[in-house]
T-cell receptor, first 112, second 119 residues
Framework: KQEVTQIPAALSVPEGENLVLNCSFTDSAIYNLQWFRQDPGKGLTSLLLIQSSQREQTSGRLNASLDKSSGRSTLYIAASQPGDSATYLCAVKEGNFNKFYFGSGTKLNVKP | GAVVSQHPSWVICKSGTSVKIECRSLDFQATTMFWYRQFPKQSLMLMATSNEGSKATYEQGVEKDKFLINHASLTLSTLTVTSAHPEDSSFYIC???????????????FGPGTRLTVL
């Protein structure tokens, strides 16, 4: 069964810092990987989607990379802002089952 | 991007009653919808997958008679928590995907969630 792990569980940084969130998964036979943001008591907002054939995706200050063979993905946030404070979740989708397996999330706090 | 709505956003009910939660895809046809639950400070756990017009597929450990799922149309799925008990209190989130949206590559779009509190 696919297991998704996110490190660190929590991260607190001063505003303006660049940071990296890590996601690892045990079964490399994935269809795609998606990064989400969740604000307290709210649903999920999709940030970036990387197909299994892709190496990275970028959107604004966010860059996500995927190394399928090693079972890893990173989310890079440049010039962090207090508004980036949220929990970041990664999820992998397995090809034939259309299921998402979620990591436990990284709770980010960006201090002004 | 695609929009998924849930109703209600929060509900409080008495133990033993049933609660229905709706999940709608507002601007696309959702061939598949997913229901998740999330306990405080934990990640999302998939409960079931529903395809339009067919029975839902439940994950191991999820009681299908307690969590009734109906996906009667391409834009609506419902989750009914029957005979709810305090341990069913949780945050329920649905998501939807469409194989017809070529540019989204089966991307999942999530609803805002429903907070259920059972007294």
């Amino acid at each position: 069964k696919q297991e998704v792990t996110q490190i660190p569980a929590a991260l607190s940084v001063p505003e303006g810092e660049n940071l990296v969130l890590n996601c690892s998964f045990t079964d490399s036979a994935i269809y795609n990987l998606q990064w989400f943001r969740q604000d307290p008591g709210k649903g999920l907002t999709s940030l970036l989607l990387i197909q299994s054939s892709q190496r990275e995706q970028t959107s604004g200050r966010l860059n996500a990379s995927l190394d399928k063979s090693s079972g890893r993905s990173t989310l890079y946030i440049a010039a962090s802002q207090p508004g980036d404070s949220a929990t970041y979740l990664c999820a992998v989708k397995e090809g034939n089952f259309n299921k998402f397996y979620f990591g436990s999330g990284t709770k980010l706090n960006v201090k002004p | 991007g695609a929009v998924v709505s849930q109703h209600p956003s929060w509900v409080i009910c008495k133990s033993g009653t049933s609660v229905k939660i709706e999940c709608r895809s507002l601007d696309f046809q959702a061939t598949t919808m997913f229901w998740y639950r999330q306990f405080p400070k934990q990640s999302l756990m998939l409960m079931a997958t529903s395809n339009e017009g067919s029975k839902a597929t439940y994950e191991q450990g999820v009681e299908k008679d307690k969590f009734l799922i109906n996906h009667a149309s391409l834009t609506l799925s419902t989750l009914t928590v029957t005979s709810a008990h305090p341990e069913d209190s949780s945050f329920y989130i649905c998501s939807a995907s469409s194989s017809g949206r070529a540019y989204s590559y089966n991307e999942q779009f999530f609803g805002p969630g429903t907070r259920l509190t059972v007294l």
